[in-house]
DNA sequence: TCGCTGTTGTTGATGTGTCAGCAAAGCTAG
DNA sequence: CTAGCTTTGCTGACACATCAACAACAGCGA
């Protein structure tokens, strides 16, 4: 509460048009990648760091620390793409309570078949639209509105 | 498919802060509208328009247009809607098949409720770390990337 | 050793988004 | 008029995200 308390005519626009491409930007990656794959965003994003990781192995709280995600949400992802063979779970020797998630040959096979399709979308709808400029400023904001959005309140 | 075929370092890291702002910021303004509301982002974004609408009123197909849902989407929502009371539907006068929506008195006394909070948080999280340059910017390339992905296919 | 506290992952309930398919009504060319 | 074709909204099935609650375990101090 800094400021008047309504958006000004800029501030509107600028924030309709973000939701909706949000929106619009989502909705266009998941398609291509559900057709192209038959894999999810979150099928995609759980794949990417397990299959650069060293054996293909991460505890899962590591994994969840690289894509942001929580406990919840990766638990029923993990149990939803173990039971398409994607990966498979094991009991971590370390720690009992923890337990490490390995990528299986399938799901490899799948996250690699993927990855280019998916790359050269982002790449038609987003960067071939954007100059070198637009990227290094883009970079600055997000990352400086990310720093004050620490998971925090409200 | 129009350059390398993978991001290069910055496009990566744009890329992660971007998806990853995303993330937290409906987190939070979500998670604020529940909280102090109540009510989720969907729920916000169809009484918006609706009770900016005369007599409160839109027909299903302009409310979709105004927000750029599917039918589907908008469908399933005003049914959970009306079942909470927050409008009601009744048959159009002039296409039998359309409806219109009507937003009910406790419907305007949430949005009316819920509004200021919202607009709150939005500062908050963004419009307080943004200059007037950073919006006039983010403007710009939204809506240029809006402009290039048309709903279109991939 | 014991008990307290924080962490790890899991589960069930609920709301939401997407897809395919449907029925009814409008529209238009013949 | 009528035979297509489109548009409008609805539905059921499914995947996904979030929340509250839980059980098991680790770490630590008394």
């Known amino acids: 509460m800094t400021e008047p308390e309504w958006l000004d005519e800029h501030e ?3 924030w309709r048009s973000w939701v ?3 929106h619009e930007l989502t909705t266009a990656l998941n398609g291509q990648l559900a057709r192209e794959s038959g894999m999810s965003d979150a099928d995609y994003a759980v794949l990417v760091p397990l299959s650069e990781a060293p054996d293909g192995v991460l505890r899962s709280r590591e994994l969840r620390a690289q894509i942001f995600w929580d406990r919840s949400r990766l638990s029923h992802q993990i149990r939803r793409m173990e039971q398409r063979g994607l990966l498979h779970r094991e009991p971590c020797p370390d720690d009992a309570r923890s ?3 390995h990528i299986t040959a399938s799901g490899r096979a799948l996250i690699e078949a993927a990855a280019p399709g998916h790359v050269a979308a982002a790449r038609r709808h987003v960067f071939d639209h954007l100059s070198d400029d637009d990227v290094a400023t883009l970079t600055l904001i997000f990352e400086r509105l990310l720093a004050s959005t620490p998971t925090d309140a409200d």
Chains 1, 2 share one sequence.
């Open 12 to 14: 509107g626009r600028m």
């Open 20 to 22: 909706r491409l949000n």
């Open 99 to 101: 337990s490490m998630v």
